[in-house]
C-alpha cells in the first residue's frame, strides 16, 4: 500500500485538483486498511483509511491543515487552548505544538470512532498537556442526541434518544478551576450558538481568542449564522 501512497503524492504534485478522486481511488481499494502515517507538527499520527479525509491527510500531512497558516500568529507557549469539536485531532496536535509543556490544550469530541483516533495520537506521541474529552459542549450541562461520523453533530433541540454526554464550557472550567483561558475554536456543524452561549462568563472574564467555523442557516438543522455574530458582538461589550 506504500507505494500506492507514494505515487499518489506524487500525482497530487502535478494534479492538484485531483486530490479528492485519487483519495476516493485509494480508499475504494484500501478500505479500513492502514495508511502512511503522516508526521503534523512533530507529532506522528497512525491513521486507518476510514474516510477520504484520512486518506488526504496521510498524503498531505500539514499542508492539509491549512488552519494553521492564520492561526499559528496567535497561539502561545503556555496558553491554555480548547479545542471543541477536535474530530480526530489534527488540529488539536497544532494546539498542543503551540502552546508546548507549559501550556493547556482541552480537546472536546463527542463522537465515538473520532474520539478513539484522538486519543491515540495524544497516547502514541506522550503529550501529558493535552487532556482528550469524549463529551460534546453545548448550553448547557445534560444527554444530548448525536449522529454518529467524521462530521457527527449534535441534533437540535435534544430531538432523537440521547446517545452522549454534553457540558457547557462555564460550568467544565468551573470544575476544573481554570484560572485562565486564552484560545477556544469551534467547529460543531452548526451547533455553535450553543456552545457560545455555554461560555458566556468566559467570554466575559477571559475574553479569549476564539476561532469559530460557521455553518449556514438550517445547516444540519440548527446553523444559524446571525445568532452566532450576535453573540460575539455581545462579548465585544
Known sequence: MSLILKAAHQFHRFFPFAQL????????????GALMPPKLFGYEVRLQ????????LSIEGEEFVQDCICLGKHLREGMTAIDV???????????????GAQGQVFAFE????????????IEHNHIKWCTPLNLAVGASDGPASLTFGLNGYIRPDRAGEPNCCMV??????????IPR??????DVEGFEADVLLGMSKILERHRP????????AGFCGSGDPRKVCSLLRQSLR
Do not use: M
Not at 49 to 56: E, G, I, Y
Not at 181 to 186: A, G, L, N, S, Y
Not at 210 to 216: F, K, S
Open 168 to 177: 457547557s464550557l462555564d460550568s467544565f472550567a468551573a470544575q476544573r478551576a
Open 21 to 32: 478522486r485519487a483519495a476516493n481511488w485509494i480508499l475504494r481499494r484500501n478500505p479500513n
Open 110 to 121: 463527542p463522537e465515538p470512532d473520532n474520539f478513539r483516533e484522538l486519543v491515540r495520537s
Open 209 to 216: 481568542i476564539i476561532y469559530v467555523e460557521v455553518h449556514p
Open 181 to 186: 483561558i486564552d484560545f477556544v475554536k469551534i
Open 85 to 99: 469539536g477536535a474530530n480526530i485531532g489534527y488540529l488539536t496536535l497544532f494546539f498542543c505544538h503551540r502552546v
Open 49 to 56: 483509511a476510514r474516510t477520504s479525509a484520512h486518506v488526504l
